[in-house]
């Protein structure tokens, strides 16, 4: 059985960030155009667009417009990317989100979550949860809630969010991807060989995935456990 070229993309990214919601629905369809000829993993690493937001976080368009520079503004940027994401099919409703969080721990629910083997469905459901349906991220009952939809135990969410673990990991990621030289997102790298930056269009990640599969060896014809042939 002629095996397919396996490509692995770490996407580097936070949970806040439009243009990751975008490019994450972007990449997705390119892996979908591409399936039939590559095998493609995908993993998320965390990234703070607001490390020094307080635990509590602040009022999301009083924090955005200053941070734009005017309301006019603030009202000019979120519309162009409301419309954007329309075309990829998102939805986004910034007048419902009032909370700008900090999102530390939000990455370390996605580190539980991928030991749970639920890491990209976690992904999915927190930007979802803060761009379409104005999620409060900072409290720890609506991160619990997301988690639980998604299947897992809400005790031991509960537990693991109401301590340090995973912690240090989240840290120590965030440092790596600084001392790579990442300062926006969303940000991949293709086989730890092949960066790509922002939210490309689809057909940009499809040609740049089916490029980089020529360069992994070719899989000869083989046997495999469902091969009803040898």
Known sequence: MKTKP???????????????????????????????????????????LNPDMPVEGRNQKEYLAKKFGSEQKYHQITSQVTATAAEEGLIFDFDKQGISPNTRNAHRLISYAKLQGKQLEMKEGLMKAYFTDGVNLTQTENLVAIATQLGLDEVQVSTYLNSNEGLKEVIAEENQNIQRGISGVPF?????????????????????????????SPAGEACDVENKDC
């Open 6 to 48: 396996k490509i692995k993309i770490d996407v580097i990214s936070d949970v806040v960030c439009p243009w990751c919601y975008i490019g994450k629905r972007r990449l997705e369809k390119a892996i979908a155009q591409v399936s039939n000829q590559i095998e493609v993993e995908v993993e998320y690493h965390p990234f703070e």
């Open 188 to 216: 991949y790298i293709i086989n730890n060989k092949h960066a790509i930056s922002g939210a490309q269009p689809s057909e940009v990640f499809a040609e740049a995935l089916l490029n980089i599969s020529l360069e992994v």
